[in-house]
């Protein structure tokens, strides 16, 4: 299916370069988590984002910027300013509670992750070595990288959705021309796991669903900063005043845990990484497992991006990840339950 005209691809090859040398970042392990304590970093994020908003309301009424502008400059604060909610800078974070913690035998821990024997993770400098960790926020256990992929690949979304929202409403309903732009936003993102950042041989050999899950919830916060039903900042006489504070809970679902939304690997790939996996096939970590699904019930609605993805795997368009889950392998091993 072609997913971009010439000036479309252009556009997005230029924000998948510019994601992948800034954002680019190491896999992560949940199943390393499971039966492990970590505390709800959800209240520190939030702090956070209060301090990143209030900074942003200060130049956007400097700088009369557009909502547009602002948004962009949340965006770039977020990422790149004091305390960035990136995955690095977030693992040097004393007040981020983690999986493997910052002050552990980090190499240890890679060598006892699923991904151990992946020459990939050989490569790199400094923390980009290591596995991103495992923190837990609202409740779910997620990779820090997937912050990354809410605050910087959901900025890339948002500059995505905008383009193209600008010119559908030329000649759709508002709703037609919303649904079409988060559609290219998402191809965007399905481009960039198939390429780059994800199924290519030289980077990590995986389609991740729970980054495609992460860039949306992403793509949702920045839509509603200064516009949408629920604005975080309004115009009131002229000036950008804060209406609420942001909730980091609001872009937290359980797709963003890997080993409860598995990923697709390429054959090599997944060569490696299947007899890592097996080695959690005993009842003590499916109990672990089936206790953390119970708990990710009170999460009942699904994303646009959740439904539009399994849509394409239904036509063939995508892989299915659940051929790769560790209930899987165990039926496979012959583990009870």
Known sequence: MKLF???TFLISLILLFSSWQQGFSSETDQFMALRKDIKDSKNTINKILRLKLEKTLKMANDK???????TKYFGHEVSFGNQALLDVPMRHNQELDQ??????????????SIFYGIKRFDYGRGDNRFLSPTFKVAGVHLGGDKISHITY?????????HFFFERYKKSYSFKEAHRKAEEKAINFGIFQEKTITGLNFSSSGTFSFADMEANYQGLKLFQRLCGGNKP???????SWVIKSFIDISSYITPELDESYNPNYYRAWFWKKIKPNLKKYCNP???RAL?????????????????????????KKELKDGRSFSLENVCLENKTPF
């Open 5 to 7: 005209s010439l000036k």
């Open 232 to 238: 975080y900042i309004i115009k009131k006489n002229s």
């Open 153 to 161: 690949i959901g900025l890339n979304y948002y500059k995505t959705y």
């Open 290 to 314: 089936n206790k953390m699904k119970r708990d990710y019930f009170k999460f009942n609605e699904k994303s646009f991006s959740y439904h539009y993805l399994k849509n394409k795997i239904r």
């Open 99 to 112: 999986i493997p913690r910052q002050d552990s035998n980090r190499e240890f821990f890679y060598e006892d």
């Open 64 to 70: 009369k910027m557009s909502c547009y502008k602002l």
């Open 284 to 286: 003590e970590t499916l």
